[in-house]
């Protein structure tokens, strides 16, 4: 009794920063009573965040052997886990500054204590090590992020995006709940260790196959992946562009880190691979493989019909989804590149990217409007021309053209895919094709570079007054180009991240 009570309260020691923010956001709530300035609300988020951000520098350990994890444990810290939470609490305090002044006052307080509640969630997921400690995690992003859209944007476009948004993301949630179910009907369990123990046992069986189809399912609309990826465009168009800036990087990042820590420590298991292994059920891999082929497919082709830049913007999200399923499907073994590393090398550089290009639309005004169809973005190289640049960085990058990190992105992913291990062949294929796709997503980013260059503005552009997002903007732009100049600076980090967790 004394080893799972000294086991459970550990684990709640391995989330301490995500707990701490959690009650900086419940502190947020209450004081949200008193009206204050929003600028003094988005000060204390920071504060929060830099807070939990020094936590989490003293919450690292290795990762851990097959069965030297204690069975209580329900939240867990291992190197990549660490990495990834770490990765989400950075992106936290540029989506605090990106949202800097785009709340009114009134709910300030509120929205703010929803964005922690997000980042805290989103941590919580990375620690998970318990089916039920998981499931809760998703659903206080998902809550979070219901309410957070709602604030941004309150009118009838708005509204409308919220409740698309609320309805299919409790449809997936009831597609992921059934998954797990399924698993526990399967092996009579919730923890991951005691799972993988049954299985390592009992082996696959259909309905260990079909809860992890179910799995997959749900979690593919976090990261707006055929085919639960239809939502993405009315609702990138129908909310506030910040609001979209959200949901093209959070989810991605939760989505995708869930989807790698059920596919190696608990499906592995199911073909007699010890944690931390390399393979990956053969139908969940066919799964990956045709998910990656027809999100990369489907998204290129949807952006190059668009006009509104948010659509466009949604499109290209499911194209990159696309892109970080290749990375997911490739698994651990590849030499010189493994899926994981290719993968969370790649999220890094994506959020950069698109919280650049994003931030930089945020400052796009013309009468006092944000902007939101290619066209009004005429002339900008002219009228403001390091704006200009700036997008144009995030767009190449996007592209996956040098000089950016996103080049270093895509080419670690083909090269996951192109060595991945013997017996995955299929995956060369979609190397090809992610080459392919991403010539086609070169057209509609270049596209948004020629009306910006080469197109006279059709209205003048206001002066830019947004200084948060002014320098999230900046940020990301210069980490870009740092990430294509000197890419092992992030790419040691990711090899270290996994470097307990190769396997035999």
């Known amino acids: 009794m004394e080893g799972i009570y000294r086991s459970i309260l550990d684990s709640w020691k391995s989330a301490l920063p995500e707990l701490i923010l959690l009650g900086w956001a419940g502190m947020m709530f209450l004081g949200s009573l ?59 305090l540029l989506l605090v500054l990106t949202m800097w002044s785009h709340v009114s006052e009134r709910q300030a307080g509120e929205f703010f204590a929803c964005l922690l509640s997000i980042v805290a969630g989103s941590g919580l997921v990375l620690a998970a090590h318990d089916l039920v400690s998981l499931f809760v995690a998703l659903e206080i992003v998902s809550i979070s992020t219901y309410i957070v859209l709602y604030i941004l944007r309150r009118d009838n476009s708005g509204l409308e995006a919220t ?47 079909v809860s992890g189809l179910f799995v997959l399912g749900g979690l593919s609309f976090r990261i707006a992946a055929v085919p639960l990826h239809f939502y993405a465009p009315d609702v990138f168009a129908g909310t506030h562009p910040a609001g979209a800036a959200l949901l093209a990087v959070v989810p991605k990042v939760v989505g995708f880190l869930a989807m790698y820590q059920m596919l190696t420590e608990i499906y592995a298991a199911a073909l007699g691979v010890p944690h931390g292994g390399a393979a990956v059920l053969p139908l969940l891999l066919l799964t990956l493989a045709v998910l990656a082929g027809a999100s990369m497919m489907l998204g290129n082709i949807g952006g190059l019909l668009q006009d509104n830049i948010y659509r466009l913007l949604a499109y290209s999200s499911i194209a990159h989804a696309g892109y970080m399923l290749l990375g997911l499907a490739a698994g651990q073994g590849g030499k010189p590149v493994a899926g994981n590393e290719a993968l969370l090398f790649y999220l890094g550089a994506y959020i950069l990217m698109s919280l650049g290009v ?13 902007i939101g169809y290619l066209d009004e973005l005429s002339g900008l190289g002219r009228s403001q021309p390091l704006l200009a640049l700036a997008i144009a960085v995030g767009l190449l990058s996007l592209t996956g053209l040098p000089p950016t990190g996103g080049f270093w992105g895509k080419v670690m992913l083909f090269l996951a895919a192109w060595y991945a291990p013997e017996g995955q062949t299929t995956l060369r294929y979609l190397a090809i094709f992610l080459a392919v796709n991403a010539a086609i997503g070169a057209w509609y980013y270049l596209r948004i570079l020629g009306v910006m260059y080469l197109r006279p503005a059709v209205r003048p552009f206001d002066s830019i007054n947004d200084v948060p997002a002014r320098l999230t903007c900046l940020v990301c732009t210069v980490l870009t180009l740092v990430l294509f100049l000197v890419p092992s600076l992030w790419w040691k980090a990711v090899v270290w991240a996994f470097a307990g967790d190769a396997g035999p």
């Open 358 to 370: 994003f931030t930089g639309l945020l400052c796009v005004r013309q009468g006092g409007k944000l």
């Open 34 to 92: 008193v009206r204050v300035k929003g600028s003094w609300w988005a000060t204390m988020s920071v504060g929060g965040i830099l807070l939990s951000l020094a936590i989490w520098t003293g919450t690292v350990s290795p990762s851990e052997p097959n069965d030297t994890i204690p069975s209580a444990s329900i939240l867990i810290t291992e190197t990549w886990r660490w990495s990834g939470r770490g990765l989400v609490l950075g992106t936290g």
């Open 163 to 209: 409740i698309k948004y609320f309805l299919l993301s409790l449809f997936a949630s009831a597609i992921f709940l059934f998954g797990i179910s399924l698993l526990y009907l399967a092996v009579g369990r919730t923890n991951y260790q005691q799972i993988r123990l049954q299985l390592l046992t009992v082996g696959a069986n259909p309905l260990v196959l």
